[in-house]
């Protein structure tokens, strides 16, 4: 008998501890709400799932605020739905994202009210295979034997050399070569017209017929004339 009224007593103490927990629980559940989402496979990209297309592995569904401020996140390996719950009434985005998939609807925005559940499908169609990267053209590698380095070496020593050459060179040619100086005016070479004329006036000299000289006559005798006396005086 005792038993039995220790088993009412605690049955009381746990209603009376219970109730306000369960008050609380039905506050929330009339002030929050829920939303659900799910991926599958629009093989009609008609927007609506149809009896047999499967939902989609490896989707990430992505619950924002604004359409820009992230608020919650779930990635859904098996394919599995997914429900955001105890959200505070307000109006939020939901998308989905997947590097396998190509969503055949974009992000869905919707006004959440207190107590509300909402369910939302996304259909999305598998990505086209990339192809594969073409292959690189393999690359020419030469051993570094003795005999290489020697080589190069030698072609190193060469090109320095010709290089140091050239650069006498000029230096040679602006600074230390000596060129002929002018001839005089009085020695240069006649050219052009100049030398013509002098041709043609050696050959007109040439072609006069030539005369003795006349010999001069000594001073006492060629002006004796001069000194006689005139007959007449």
Known sequence: MKTQRYKIAF???????LLP????????????????????????????RDFGEESL???????????????ANYVALQGEPYCFENL???????????????PSVG???????????????????????QSAPLPQEALTVVPMTPSVRLGMAISASLLVMLFFCAL????????????????????????GSSHI??????????DLPQTAPSELAPRSTRYDDLDAPDEDG
């Open 88 to 102: 505070p009434a307000q109006q939020y985005t939901l998308n989905i994202s997947s590097p396998l998939y190509v």
């Open 197 to 206: 004329a002098s041709v043609r006036l050696k050959r007109s000299k040439s």
């Open 57 to 71: 592995p490896e989707v990430s569904y992505n619950l924002m605020i604004a359409s820009n401020v992230l608020v």
């Open 107 to 129: 992000a869905i925005t919707f006004f959440l009210r207190a107590g509300e559940r909402l369910t939302y499908e996304f259909g999305a169609l598998y990505r086209a295979p």
């Open 21 to 48: 927990l369960a008050a609380v629980c039905a506050q929330a559940e009339l002030t929050t709400g829920t939303v659900c989402a799910l991926a599958y496979h629009d093989a009609n990209q008609n927007g609506v």
């Open 168 to 191: 006498g060179m000029i230096f040679y040619g602006l600074f230390l070569y000596r060129r002929p100086l002018l001839s005089a005016p009085g020695t240069a070479r006649q050219t």
């Open 11 to 17: 049955g009381l103490i746990a209603a009376l501890l």
